[in-house]
Every structure is written in C-alpha cells, then in structure tokens.
C-alpha cells in the first residue's frame, strides 16, 4: 500500500515534443508529491512538487496534474529538449513528522534532436 | 551555499567487509535521509535523523545502521557486506522544521562489494 507505480520504464520524444510521465498510488495518507529529475552521476534534484488539495502546479516547462479520486498523477514535460534527457522519479510523502518519500521506479527520457 | 557532500565517492568492498559512509548536509539542515539506489529496486528509504535522533526506518537488516552528530553530520554503516549491497548510496538533508519532503540529495557514494 506504501507503492507508488510510475510508468512508462523509458520514453523517447522528439525535440519539441511532449513529455508525459504517469504515477499512480495507493495510500491516501501520502500528503506531497515531489517529482525528482536524476542525470548520470548526480544524485536526484527537486524538479516540482504538487499537494493533493490543488489539481494542477506549473513551473516553466514543467506541469503536474494531480487526479486525487483516481490517486494518480502526471508530470508533463512541453517542448522537450535533449537537456531533458535523465531519469525522473515520481515520489510521495507519508503524512507525519518525516521527510521519508516512497519513490516510483523512475523513468529513463531521452529525447532526439 | 555548499550542497550535500557525500565520501567517499567510490568504494571497492570485499564480502563480509563494513564500510562507514559520510554525509555532511546543507548548512542550516538538520534532517538527514539516507536512501540506497540500485537498478533492480530503485530508491528505497534506509533511515531519517533529526537533532541527532533516528526518527524513521526502513525494511533494511540490522546490517545497515546510521546515526548523526550534533553539526548535523550523518554517517552510515553496513556490516558483513554482502554482493547485494552495491548499489549507490545517496544522502539528503532538508530545512529545519520542513516536514515537507523536499530533499536536496548529495551525488552519492558508489559501492561495489566484490
């Protein structure tokens, strides 16, 4: 019950396109949903976080739409570019007293000139 | 402001061997997350401090321990390695009082047990 699927495994999109990356969970008591962009040799970065009382958050580029009576949620990537290119974890928080996330399997972008 | 450093970067283990890893977080962090990454299993969460108090675990043997300094400094230790744990070993640190989940991760340190 403490899962949190994401899928697809790997995506390719063309420059310009979009990106859209899906996770789905379980647990209702997560309370914040953090999505983490990772590229080779580094450790994950924050890239946007969304709440479960708003069903959209938009940073440049980056949206998260948030479907609470579905318990899913997307991170969607607009005019992709081959700086894009990682691997992206969806996450989520555990209600409570802890900064202990639950992370998605990832998601390996890469996208073509 | 500095980031989270992690040492060493990389590490070469034999079986049955332990190993202590070292994080020092953000300046003004005093929560410290410690996280294992491996190609088979992702991100999994191995324990959380606060003020030099574990305050969270996860499904890891008593093999793995940690513990954190009064600077905020976290260290790890695995025991008795074994093949199954190489794998990246990542830390985080976040704010003062934010239980928000927002983490800002150290690039890891890299074992590989032999």
């Known amino acids: 019950q403490q899962q949190v699927k994401q899928s697809p495994q790997s995506l390719i999109v063309q420059k310009g396109g979009i990106s859209i990356i899906n996770c789905a969970y379980e647990n209702t008591a997560f309370d914040y949903f953090p999505w983490y962009q990772q590229f080779p040799g580094k450790g994950p970065a924050l890239l946007i976080a969304i709440r479960p009382d708003v069903s959209e958050k938009k940073e440049g580029r980056f949206t998260i739409s948030f479907n609470k009576s579905a318990k899913q949620f997307s991170l969607h990537i607009m005019d992709s570019q081959p700086g894009d290119s990682a691997t992206y974890f969806c996450a989520a928080r555990l209600g409570g007293a802890t900064n202990k996330l639950i992370f998605g399997t990832g998601t390996l972008l890469a996208v073509q000139p | 402001k500095a980031g989270v450093t992690q040492t060493p970067r990389y590490l070469i283990k034999t079986r049955g061997q332990q190993v202590t890893l070292s994080c020092s977080p953000i300046?003004?962090?005093?929560?410290v997350s410690w996280y294992q990454q491996t190609p088979g299993q992702g991100l999994q969460f191995l324990f959380e401090y606060f003020s030099e108090t574990q305050r969270n675990k996860g499904n890891f043997p008593g093999r793995f321990s940690g513990r954190q300094f009064s600077n905020s400094r976290s260290e790890m230790n695995v025991s008795t390695l074994e093949l199954g744990d190489s794998a990246l070993y990542l830390c985080a640190s976040s704010r003062l009082g934010a239980n928000t989940g927002e983490l800002f991760f150290g690039e890891g340190s890299r074992l590989t047990v032999l």
């Open positions: 300046s003004g962090h005093r929560s």
